[in-house]
T-cell receptor, first 117, second 115 residues
Framework: AQTVTQSQPEMSVQEAETVTLSCTYD???????LFWYKQPPSRQMILVIRQEAYKQQNATENRFSVNFQKAAKSFSLKISDSQLGDAAMYFC??????????????FGKGTLLTVNP | GAGVSQSPSNKVTEKGKDVELRCDPISGHTALYWYRQSLGQGLEFLIYFQGNSAPDKSGLPSDRFSAERTGGSVSTLTIQRTQQEDSAVYLC?????????????FGSGTRLTVV
């Protein structure tokens, strides 16, 4: 079974600075997807960024980028120019590309990000 | 609808009572997932519905938990004889075609408190 580990329960960053959230995962599969989701106090999970395992190039979405190290099974999220609205719980998630998995997401326990003005 | 709707938003119930949580997915989304988010934990998969196929119930923690999806649309998660450890946020997500489309739209969840 796949597992996802987020080793930082809490992180803080100054507004306009850069912060990196860590995520490692364990799998024996070669084809899969990795996600970072943001959960604000509204509780709704919002997709931040997605990475296909077969792609070597790291995904980027505006101020958000990932460092995907497939061999090391590491998938960190970098937030540049942090804004107050970035404050939330961030979850790393894994999804198998195998239909037998029913494409369900396996989540880490989350990292609570605080942005200080 | 425009998004995934869950009701109620919050529910307080007495230990031993039964509760029903509702999820109304995005129209046309064939896949529907239920997850449980306990305090300090990530999201834990509970059950998956896809069209008219038999649901994947492998994540249900006990036989007190059940779910159904009527007409391929609205889903109801039922917890019988609630226990304090059932207190959590229950999130629902739907997807158009999870095998091809990697988007999952989540609802805002139901916070269940068992007292």
């Amino acid at each position: 079974a796949q597992t996802v580990t987020q080793s930082q329960p809490e992180m803080s960053v100054q507004e306009a600075e850069t912060v990196t959230l860590s995520c490692t995962y364990d799998t024996s599969e070669s084809d899969y997807y990795l996600f970072w989701y943001k959960q604000p106090p509204s509780r709704q999970m919002i997709l931040v960024i997605r990475q296909e395992a077969y792609k070597q190039q790291n995904a980027t979405e505006n101020r958000f980028s990932v460092n995907f190290q497939k061999a090391a099974k590491s998938f960190s999220l970098k937030i540049s120019d942090s804004q107050l609205g970035d404050a939330a719980m961030y979850f790393c998630a894994y999804r198998s590309d195998s239909g037998g998995s029913n494409y369900k997401l396996t989540f880490g326990k989350g990292t609570l990000l605080t942005v200080n003005p | 609808g425009a998004g995934v709707s869950q009701s109620p938003s919050n529910k307080v119930t007495e230990k031993g009572k039964d509760v029903e949580l509702r999820c109304d997915p995005i129209s046309g989304h064939t896949a529907l997932y239920w997850y449980r988010q306990s305090l300090g934990q990530g999201l834990e998969f509970l059950i998956y519905f896809q069209g008219n196929s038999a649901p994947d119930k492998s994540g249900l923690p006990s036989d007190r938990f059940s779910a159904e999806r009527t007409g391929g649309s609205v889903s109801t998660l039922t917890i019988q004889r609630t226990q304090q450890e059932d207190s959590a946020v229950y999130l629902c997500a739907s997807s158009l075609d999870p095998g091809r489309d990697y988007g999952y739209t989540f609802g805002s969840g139901t916070r269940l408190t068992v007292v």
